[in-house]
């Protein structure tokens, strides 16, 4: 599948588990399930988690240009892949995006939890497999 089209952007809205792939401080990747959404006209990808997780931690260690992340999903032979540059946002409208898309995307709105941060992926490379 060409990547940004229309058949990848409908695979990042189909309901799908996702990976997100962290680097942990001594360089092992920390590989976890979560949700993704992904704004393609906006170039960035979505991980809504609790302010606590190591996820979050990992992102924070690597400073203020961003901890390099890759998001993943596969259904079958297809398979998705956005890597980019990640940076924890605690901004309650920039949460409440991401709570409005995960809703979207997984077709459920997440419990209240006012620990909750959002990971910002800008999105430098999209692989895919159709």
Known sequence: MAIHSEQYLEFWRERHLCTLT???PDGSPHVVPVGVTYDAAAGLARVITNGASAKVRHVRAAGA????????????RRWAT?????????EPEH???????YA???????????????????VERALGNG
């Open 82 to 90: 956005l890597e980019g540059r990640a940076r924890v946002r605690t």
């Open 22 to 24: 962290t680097l942990r």
């Open 104 to 122: 979207e995307r997984y077709e459920r709105t997440p419990r209240p939890n006012p620990e909750r941060v959002v990971i910002e992926i800008a």
């Open 95 to 101: 949460v409440a995006e991401a709570v409005r898309r």
């Open 65 to 76: 240009e961003g901890a390099r992340v890759a998001v993943c999903q596969v259904d079958g």
